[in-house]
């Protein structure tokens, strides 16, 4: 025995059914964030060039980002602090900065943390100046790399 179901019954069915399987937006991609993505190290003579990819999805301009930075040596052990100048990162935008790191083969490299923003400005989303914890709580981190990094 089959059923019968009005017109307007199955096309209020299929738009409800289409309305469903629509992707919702999650709340992860709304959150402003700092993307730095640890992209390459490479050896350049007795030097290592870190790679970083840094996207800014804060919702403003950062005028300039200066992470305080620690390199772990294979062994887990802490082989020195830097200072990576970021510069500017323009809001909406990606850039591309390496840092030249003298006395170390990349092979030794088994870590990197970020431990802090030594620089930070520019406007918050709420029209404040930023603050070095408010750029930390926004890093997105992730490596590309065969070193990871941390925060």
């Known amino acids: 025995m089959a059923i019968a ?17 629509t992707p ?4 992860e991609q709304a959150q402003p964030s700092l ?6 190290l490479q050896q350049v003579g007795p030097a ?18 200066s992470l305080e930075t620690v390199l772990f040596n294979s062994s887990g052990t802490v082989d020195r602090f830097a200072l990576f100048d970021f510069q500017a990162l323009p809001y909406g935008k ?4 390496q840092f030249d790191l003298p006395d170390i083969s990349c092979g030794d490299i088994g870590r990197v943390l970020i431990n802090g ?22 890093l997105e981190l992730k490596s590309s790399s065969k ?3 941390v925060g």
């Open 117 to 138: 923003a030594a620089s930070c400005k520019g406007q918050s989303l709420n029209g404040q100046s930023l603050k070095g914890p408010e750029c930390v709580d926004l």
């Open 5 to 21: 179901i009005p017109k307007p019954a199955i096309l209020t069915l299929v738009l409800g059914l289409a309305v469903a399987a």
């Open 35 to 40: 993307s730095i993505d640890l992209n390459a």
């Open 94 to 97: 990606t850039r591309v900065r």
């Open 48 to 65: 290592c060039r870190l790679v970083f990819v840094a996207t800014n999805k804060t919702g403003a301009a950062i005028d300039e980002l």
């Open 147 to 149: 070193t990871e990094i």
């Open 24 to 27: 919702v937006r999650s709340q």
